[in-house]
């Protein structure tokens, strides 16, 4: 019985130890995320849990977005209503805090992207991942696997070097390893649009858990992402 356990515990243990093994070839297609499936835009409300340098944060947001670079997220208070709002035209991004009020403004592009979340990427890439559809390596890739999980790095055109594993049809992980940014992405709905969203840099992490998503009906009018700063309100440069 002692040397059964012994050896049932020898092979967990080789078991968990496993390493990535690179095939001979890299299997076209073998990881592909949903870009058929995924919506030109939707609705939806999010908890946010946010851990960093401010402590432990819980909050309700509420998001839209709509392909290719134009999203809207709302800061709401305990009560319900708005604190704060985010948009990006594709252009340009606006911030509007009540507190204060302050009103913030800037062109689009990773740095001012990341007063969203700690997500310094161009708006069409952030749109894409909250999507589900994934950019993926275009150059110099290599694709390993552990088990039923498969990996493929590379260089992508203009995020540089990117890292995407899929764990299974329902858990991925998206990196940037230069810049330090990790989004593990789980429970994807029927159209590949991820509900569990952690975004994780050096400094910050956020959990991000879609809720009540809606993808029918019309558009949102492309107006809606263009914030106007209210009268009397100087406008600051993000």
């Avoid at 911030?95 to 800037?106: A, K, Q």
């Avoid at 992508?156 to 990117?162: E, I, N, S, V």
Wanted: aromatic share 6%; glycine share 8%.
């Amino acid at each position: 019985m002692t040397r059964i356990l012994m050896l049932t515990i020898s092979m967990a243990l080789v078991s968990s130890c496993a390493t990535w093994k690179a095939p001979k070839a890299a299997q076209p297609g073998a990881l592909k995320s949903a870009e058929l499936k995924a919506p030109d835009f939707f609705f939806s409300t999010l908890s946010a849990t946010y851990f960093g340098g401010q402590g432990r944060l819980k909050g309700e947001l509420g998001l839209i977005i709509s392909a290719p670079d134009q999203l809207l997220l709302e800061v709401r208070g305990p009560g319900g209503s708005p604190v704060s709002t985010f948009a990006c035209n594709g252009e340009t991004v606006s911030l509007f805090e009540m507190e204060g009020p302050r009103f913030y403004t800037g062109p689009a592009n990773p740095l001012t992207m990341s007063r969203l979340l700690p997500l310094p990427v161009e708006p069409e890439i952030a749109v894409d991942l909250l999507r589900g559809k994934l950019p993926m390596p275009e150059t110099e890739t290599t694709y390993r696997t552990k088990g039923s999980a498969q990996q493929l790095s590379g260089e992508h055109p203009t995020l540089g070097r990117l890292r995407v594993t899929r764990f299974s049809p329902k858990h991925w992980q998206w990196e940037l390893p230069d810049e330090d940014l990790k989004l593990t992405l789980k429970d994807p709905t029927s159209r590949g649009v991820f509900r569990e969203i952690v975004i994780k840099t050096a400094e910050d992490e956020v959990a991000l858990r879609m809720q009540d998503l809606e993808s029918n009906g019309e558009p949102p009018s492309p107006e809606l992402f263009s914030l106007e700063p209210p009268p009397g309100v100087a406008v600051q440069p993000l």
